[in-house]
């Protein structure tokens, strides 16, 4: 793809990483490669530092420039033979972080807390961010198929990365240097999908016609979208009635409400659609009111009865909702339900169990109102991305390996949800090892730095309690494998247990998560001296009714949110392998355990829930400890 700044008649391609407003990493040799006129001869010049180059037979050319010191703008020139001089302006040198992972690095500043705050004081033009469109491949490709750089501003960061951007404006303060953002990110992904087939022990040719056969399965559902969505005009739409008691909505199609509605014939459909339904009451239930549920609505609506609006909600797409509905909204007999629903990527609709859509009047049963609902898309897009984050390689071979050889100065990681599972959890160590080594190799920086973002706390709905540490949690089981990956040099993880939404699987507080990510930055890619971690379990000693936990050495000491000596969180376990609550002191660097149900413990679990609410064992400069188990049964 040419830049925008080439002439007509340029011959020269570059990366989309070198366009206007790039960041290009300080201190490190400089690759810079294109495509030209096959044999042509290519001088590169950046800041009085040039290089040549014969582009090959496909055209393909490379050039090393020494290393930088950080400063600029600058122009990058490329010349072909000698011509005009393809531009690449306001290049600055400073410090460049890849930011990859699912939707928590995914999410957006419009989103996050206090944004409205964060973004009209957005105006460090030296934090930049570079996002990489969610596309995909069944081969590895030189090229992205989109994306530019954006200074942060008021009018441009509420589509950044919020952690990635909160994360990059701490480190701006402290080095003092540009830093770039590079965000290749895809809500939903498994790990497998980020990992070259080669990797992950695939045949290449395997996944290369899987993706054959996903594009053509692909064509033929967009097809059948496109003949749903023309039996309306999908310009000019007013939707201004639609939410009103008396709108004929005849010609609406109709779909199974709980389900996506992907699921209903509108597969990869992004966008606005509504939903109307209707239920009936007695003249007593309509006066006393009534709540309505409408299940889980991916990603937000606004829910009207009989055109009086009673409920709203944003971003929450794995929130039952559940509104009451005052008497003056409702009358006796037939009253009529619409629901806008707004859908920003992935599944979209209502879904969720059944007995999540109801209507009940005062102190009666719940009346089900699942069923098949009136349903009409309004202003929509169709793409048919959105199970590819799900297939193994298929995003590392087009949003991973076009990045290379971009030098950065480190990763930071924030994935994990999507492998949480019984089946999956525990792999998961292997594979997310597995994944930093290639990448570190793909960089040829056997060294790079590596951040992640422990899973937040989080009610998933798979959590046992009272079960063996090896079932009980799988969140718990893949914190465990994302603490045992800090085995590989160069590593480090936030803790996050304490900041998450037990309700919402996106929390909000994407400041604190990008302040510790900075932290790690600081002392593994930075070799500050400071405090970046929490407490890390060491080992356990056993003896008679009493367990002593250790933790390893740290200049700041243990500590319990809310004061005093007594921690929670811990539980004991016998030969029966069952755990119960355990009594917590803190003395020192150890924890002193006991509890009345374990005569003689054999093993002690910190934290070990999808949600660890009582968990409360810091360090004496806030920061959480890390979930552990002494056992690994």
Same mark, same amino acid.
């Given at each position: 793809?040419?830049?925008?700044?080439?002439?007509?008649?340029?011959?020269?391609?570059?990366?989309?990483l070198?366009?206007?407003?790039?960041v290009?990493?300080?201190?490190?040799?400089?690759?810079?490669?294109?495509?030209?006129?096959?044999?042509?001869?290519?001088?590169v010049?950046?800041?009085?530092?040039?290089?040549k180059?014969t582009?090959?037979?496909?055209?393909?050319w490379?050039?090393?420039l020494?290393?930088h010191?950080?400063?600029?703008?600058?122009?990058?020139?490329?010349?072909?033979?000698?011509?005009?001089?393809?531009t690449?302006?306001?290049?600055?040198?400073?410090?460049?972080?890849?930011?990859?992972?699912?939707?928590?690095?995914?999410w957006?500043?419009a989103?996050?807390?206090?944004?409205?705050?964060?973004?009209?004081?957005?105006?460090?033009?030296?934090?930049?961010?570079?996002? &990489? !469109?969610?596309? +995909?491949? /069944?081969?590895?490709?030189?090229?992205?198929? $989109?994306g530019? %750089?954006?200074? *942060? @501003?008021?009018?441009?960061?509420?589509?950044?990365?919020?952690?990635?951007?909160?994360?990059?404006?701490?480190?701006?303060?402290?080095?003092?240097?540009?830093?770039?953002?590079?965000?290749?990110?895809?809500?939903?992904?498994?790990?497998?999908a980020?990992?070259?087939?080669?990797?992950?022990?695939?045949?290449?040719?395997?996944i290369?016609?899987?993706?054959?056969?996903?594009?053509?399965?692909?064509?033929?559902?967009?097809?059948?979208?496109?003949?749903?969505?023309?039996?309306?005009?999908?310009?000019?739409?007013?939707?201004?009635?639609?939410?009103?008691?008396?709108f004929?909505?005849?010609?609406?199609?109709?779909i199974? &409400? !709980?389900?996506? +509605?992907? /699921?209903?014939?509108?597969n990869?459909?992004? $966008?606005?659609? %509504?939903?109307? *339904? @209707?239920?009936?009451?007695?003249?007593a239930?309509?006066?006393?009111?009534?709540?309505?549920?409408?299940g889980?609505?991916?990603?937000?609506?606004?829910a009207?009865?009989?055109?009086?609006?009673?409920?709203?909600?944003?971003?929450?797409?794995?929130?039952?909702?559940?509104?009451?509905?005052?008497?003056?909204?409702?009358?006796?007999?037939?009253?009529?339900i619409?629901?806008r629903?707004q859908?920003?990527?992935?599944?979209?609709?209502?879904?969720?169990?059944?007995?999540?859509?109801?209507?009940?009047?005062?102190?009666a049963?719940?009346?089900?109102?699942?069923?098949?609902?009136?349903?009409?898309?309004?202003?929509?897009?169709v793409?048919?991305?959105?199970?590819k984050?799900?297939?193994?390689?298929?995003?590392y071979?087009?949003?991973?390996?076009?990045l290379?050889?971009?030098?950065?100065?480190?990763?930071?990681?924030?994935?994990g949800?999507?492998?949480?599972?019984?089946?999956?959890?525990?792999?998961?160590?292997?594979?997310?090892?597995?994944?930093?080594?290639?990448?570190r190799?793909?960089?040829?920086?056997?060294?790079?730095?590596?951040?992640?973002?422990?899973?937040?706390?989080?009610?998933?709905?798979?959590?046992?309690?009272g079960?063996?540490?090896?079932?009980?949690?799988?969140?718990?089981?893949?914190?465990?494998?994302?603490?045992?990956?800090?085995a590989?040099?160069?590593?480090?993880?936030?803790?996050?247990?304490?900041?998450?939404d037990?309700?919402?699987?996106?929390?909000l507080?994407?400041?604190?998560?990008?302040?510790?990510?900075?932290?790690?930055a600081?002392?593994?890619?930075?070799?500050?001296?400071?405090?970046?971690?929490?407490?890390?379990?060491?080992?356990a000693?056993?003896?008679?009714?009493?367990?002593?936990?250790?933790?390893e050495?740290?200049?700041?000491?243990?500590?319990?949110?809310?004061?005093?000596?007594?921690?929670?969180?811990?539980?004991l376990?016998?030969?029966d392998?069952?755990?119960h609550?355990?009594?917590?002191?803190?003395?020192?660097?150890?924890?002193?355990?006991?509890?009345?149900?374990v005569?003689?413990?054999?093993?002690?679990r910190?934290?070990?829930?999808?949600?660890?609410?009582?968990?409360?064992?810091?360090?004496?400069?806030g920061?959480?400890?890390?979930?552990?188990?002494?056992?690994?049964?």
């Open positions: 793809m040419l830049l925008a700044t080439q002439t007509v008649q340029a011959k020269i391609a570059l990366p989309l070198f366009s206007d407003g790039a290009v990493q300080r201190d490190q040799p400089l690759p810079i490669w294109g495509w030209a006129t096959p044999g042509a001869r290519i001088e010049a950046l800041d009085g530092r040039n290089a180059a582009a090959s037979g496909d055209g393909a490379r050039v090393e020494p290393a010191a950080a400063g600029g703008p600058y122009l990058l020139e490329i010349r072909e033979n000698g011509g005009d001089a393809t690449v302006r306001d290049v600055l040198v400073g410090d460049v972080w890849l930011a990859s992972g699912q939707s928590n690095m995914e957006p500043v989103q996050a807390k206090d944004a409205e705050r964060e973004i009209a004081s957005a105006s460090d033009s030296r934090i930049r961010h570079f996002k &990489v !469109p969610k596309s +995909w491949s /069944g081969q590895p490709q030189a090229r992205l198929t $989109g530019q %750089w954006q200074a *942060a @501003s008021p009018q441009t960061v509420g589509a950044f990365s919020a952690v990635g951007y909160f994360f990059a404006r701490e480190l701006r303060a402290k080095t003092g240097v540009a830093i770039g953002i590079i965000d290749s990110t895809w809500g939903g992904s498994r790990i497998e980020w990992t070259s087939a080669a990797t992950q022990g695939l045949d290449a040719q395997a290369e016609r899987q993706a054959r056969e996903l594009e053509a399965r692909d064509q033929n559902a967009m097809a059948e979208t496109h003949a749903r969505l023309a039996r309306w005009p999908q310009k000019g739409v007013d939707t201004s009635r639609w939410n009103r008691a008396d004929d909505d005849r010609d609406w199609d109709r199974a &409400v !709980p389900g996506l +509605w992907e /699921g209903g014939g509108y990869g459909m992004d $966008g606005e659609a %509504w939903y109307r *339904a @209707s239920f009936t009451l007695s003249d239930e309509a006066k006393a009111g009534v709540v309505l549920g409408i889980r609505i991916d990603d937000s609506d606004i009207w009865v009989n055109g009086q609006q009673v409920g709203e909600t944003r971003m929450q797409y794995n929130l039952p909702r559940q509104y009451p509905v005052p008497s003056q909204a409702l009358h006796a007999g037939v009253n009529q619409a629901v629903v859908d920003f990527g992935g599944g979209g609709g209502i879904h969720g169990d059944a007995s999540e859509v109801f209507v009940q009047p005062q102190g049963a719940k009346r089900p109102l699942d069923g098949a609902w009136k349903f009409r898309p309004a202003q929509v897009s793409a048919m991305v959105d199970d984050n799900q297939y193994p390689a298929l995003l071979n087009q949003m991973i390996r076009p290379q050889p971009y030098p950065v100065r480190g990763t930071i990681w924030y994935q949800e999507a492998n949480a599972t019984a089946a999956d959890a525990y792999r998961y160590r292997d594979q997310f090892a597995a994944m930093i080594q290639e990448w190799g793909d960089w040829k920086q056997p060294a790079m730095p590596f951040l992640w973002v422990q899973l937040a706390n989080f009610i998933s709905g798979g959590d046992v309690a079960e063996s540490a090896g079932a009980g949690s799988p969140w718990a089981l893949l914190r465990e494998s994302q603490s045992h990956t800090l590989l040099p160069a590593t480090a993880q936030a803790v996050a247990i304490d900041i998450g037990p309700k919402d699987i996106h929390p507080d994407k400041q604190e998560v990008g302040h510790r990510l900075a932290l790690a600081r002392h593994v890619a930075y070799g500050e001296s400071l405090v970046y971690s929490g407490p890390v379990y060491r080992v000693r056993f003896k008679g009714r009493e367990a002593r936990v250790e933790f050495p740290s200049a700041s000491a243990l500590a319990v949110r809310g004061g005093g000596d007594a921690a929670h969180g811990f539980e376990a016998g030969a392998r069952r755990f609550p355990a009594s917590a002191i803190v003395k020192g660097n150890t924890i002193v355990l006991t509890s009345a149900a005569a003689q413990p054999q093993a002690v910190y934290a070990w829930h999808d949600n660890p609410e009582q968990a409360d064992l810091i360090n004496r400069d920061l959480p400890a890390s979930p552990f188990r002494s056992d690994a049964w």
